[in-house]
């Protein structure tokens, strides 16, 4: 969802507060983004200029440290984002076949966003949750020991 | 802030308060009777745990039992594979895969009338048996070959509550260590128990400490790197989830012994619960004037500051770790300089995993001794793995060093599922290899493994089975290498990218005479020239399976066939004429109508058009159709 100017201004103030406070740490540049993607949900050019004016750093090293890094988006995510562990205990126990019935389902590809902006696919290496193997999330909702069969149904509920 | 004689009082208390739970009936005077432990790591917490937890607290006040049961959220017991775990003491009963309908039964007929809930109790002793009557945890086939050090506190102790780590003798040695003993006598304790690192590599970690120590300048840190990116470990988040008091002492313990006033914990910004609970642990340490300026009184000063990982495996490599810190690209740089003489923002540094920091408290007040009558003469201790992939006990598990892979495999881990035959475990990631069946009797420690060309790793331990291609396993590793190689050096960036079109080739059906050759030429020049552990590890995989399972490479290249069935594009689907009934439905359900025949008669699948998808054998009830 795209967001209103006034929710764009609050967010802003709130970057640049964090920045005031913070701007003086040994190596903030990374938290400070961090902070930023966790607010706007992508970094656009607009906030690395803003976060470079702030920090007196070139708008082209910190492109460097955004596209270096997989957490850091350059475009907005949907409203959904969807991973799916590919981590080795996932991809032996078909993770792979999950993952292609969910890009089948979307149409899109990993790292893509649905045109309506409702849903991501985003890579994943390792969540963690070993156990439920293959895993997925949807947001903060884990879906587990899931079958290629149980995509379309899980889509459904969002 | 409390002194070392607040801090033992605080401990004397604390030790009643979890007296239950340590079945220690000679503290236990509280009205509390019972303790109900709720396993609160991520694998639990992904399977309901918290709702699990919160229904507990409603249904104990309905039976108005509340008062007498005490809820406890902990970190990791380990048994992943049959969460959410609930544990109820003093009897110790293990309850598993509790759904959010259970819990009333539990209450009602355990805790209010002392009946245990049959149905629900795990009590698999091994080899598929179960036990006759109540069995103690330690005695089950998953608890009984194992022995807990890094993890002791996982599953026991509320990582969220300070107190409940200092009642298990938490900052005990911190103490020791700065009323006691001199920085020196600190690092030839830790040399002498012949503590290794745990991220992989097995250095001493102690050499690190005294180089660090011996290097003069007035600022120094610690780093814990708790970037645990191998796809399927997942080690040092659990420690950090169960018991995260355990990395600050240590880390306090290792600067106070090389001079350091500062440390940061590296941690994936993946682990939002490890993160949350490190973060208040740091906070209940400042308040308890553990961590902050003269420390029990003394000179010593020290500090933790968390950061976050932002997504990049090449990280994990400690000089890209710092450069992360640092606010770059997490690019590694040459060694030497070696970090302990020139590391964060130019300053000595040490940097230790998370696991290896788990034990140095425990070393240093049970003494180097204790450490080194566990393990093996080279590799003393023990080793936490993630079992995971094709096993029925995935979880956590916590061996002596040197104790055979079988072990792990077939008793610990309780064997393959659905009587498929075990294939290889591969350990160490993307750095590591593969174990075939054939070596199973193992024993798991640096050398031994090293030997076979696997290695220790950080401790991922993924099992395979017989449907597991071995060439599409080497493949889904460098997939993983060329995404994260970061592009520093050429070796990395370009001969894994080749090495990987190969082997997409090979499992494409379009591989050639001479490729296995290729592979091994490029995957040792990678070796000799990349310039960090990345690159230098990355051929690991694709050597080792060629090394065991050459025959597999060669059944894709020269015969165009995948053994385990698993490369779609080898894979072949055909009707089996005599046991197909003629009724058409395969032909109706194929998307590409590659299925031909007449009704009545065996029908027929046209190779050429078929997409291998797999529909066909899905809608067969004859079971007529198989795919080689």
Known sequence: MALTQQQIAEKTAVLEAYISENKDVKGVLIPIMQKAQELFGYLSFETMELISERLDVPVSEIYGVATFYALFSLKPKGDYVISVCTGTACYVKGAQAVLDEVKNQLGIESGETTEDGK???????????????????????VYGRLDPADVKDILAKY | MKSLAQLAEIRAEAKKAIAVRMQDKSLSDSKVKRHVLVCGGTGCTSSGSVTIREIFEKELKASGIENEVKIVQTGCFGLCALGPVVIVYPEGTFYSQVTTDDVAEIVNSHLVNGELVQRLVYDDIGGGKKADGPVALNETGFYKDQHRVALRNCGVIDPENIDEYIAT??????????????????????????LRGRGGAGFPTARKWQFAKNSVSDKKYVVCNADEGDPGAFMDRSVLEGDPHAIIEAMAIAGYAIGADEGFVYVRAEYPIAVKRLAIAIEQAREYGILGKNVFGTDFAFDVHI????????????????????????????????????????????????????????????????????????????????????????????????????????????????????????????????????????????????????????????VMDEDNCMVDIAKFFLEFTVDESCGKCTPCRISTRRMLDILNRITEGKGEEGDIEKL?????????????????????????????????????????????????????????????????????????????????????????????????????????????
Request: aromatic share 6%; proline share 6%; glycine share 12%.
């Open chain 1, 119 to 141: 849903f991501s696919i985003q890579d994943t290496r390792c969540l963690g949750c070993c156990g439920l193997a293959p895993v997925m999330t949807i947001n903060n909702d």
């Open chain 2, 169 to 194: 003798d938490g900052y005990l040695a911190l103490g020791k260590v700065l009323t006691e003993m001199t920085p020196d006598e600190v690092i030839s304790v830790v040399l002498e128990s012949g």
């Open chain 2, 307 to 462: 950061r976050l990982g932002s997504g990049a495996f090449v990280c994990g490599e400690e000089t890209a770790l710092l450069t992360s810190i640092e606010g770059n690209r997490g690019e590694p740089r040459p060694r030497p300089p070696f970090p302990a003489v020139k590391g964060l923002f130019g300053q000595p540094t040490i940097i230790n995993n998370v696991e290896t920091l788990a034990n140095v408290a425990q070393i240093i007040n049970k003494g180097a001794d204790w450490f080194k009558s566990m393990g093996t003469e080279k590799s003393a201790g023990t080793k936490v793995f993630a079992l995971g992939g094709k096993i029925n006990h995935t979880g956590l598990v916590e061996i002596p060093m040197g104790t055979p892979l079988r072990t792990m495999i077939e008793d610990i881990g309780g064997g393959i599922p659905t009587g498929k035959k075990f294939k290889a475990a591969q350990t160490g990631g993307p750095s590591g290899g593969c174990i075939p069946a054939s070596l199973i009797d193992t024993p798991v420690d640096y050398e031994s493994l090293m030997s076979i060309g696997s290695m220790m790793g950080s401790g991922g331990l993924s």
């Open chain 2, 520 to 628: 091994e030429e490029l995957a040792n020049n990678i070796k000799a020239t990349a310039l960090c552990g990345l690159g230098q590890t990355a051929p690991n995989p694709v050597l080792s399976t060629i090394r065991y399972f050459r025959d597999e490479y060669e059944a894709h290249i020269k015969e165009k066939r995948c053994p385990a069935g698993q490369c779609k594009a080898l894979a072949r689907f055909t009707i089996d004429r005599e046991l197909c009934k003629g009724c058409s439905l395969c032909a109706r359900k194929c998307p590409v109508n590659a299925i031909e025949g007449v009704i009545k008669s065996p029908f027929v699948i046209d190779q050429d058009k078929c997409i291998k998808c797999g529909t066909c054998i899905d809608s067969c009830k004859f079971g007529a159709i198989s795919k080689k």
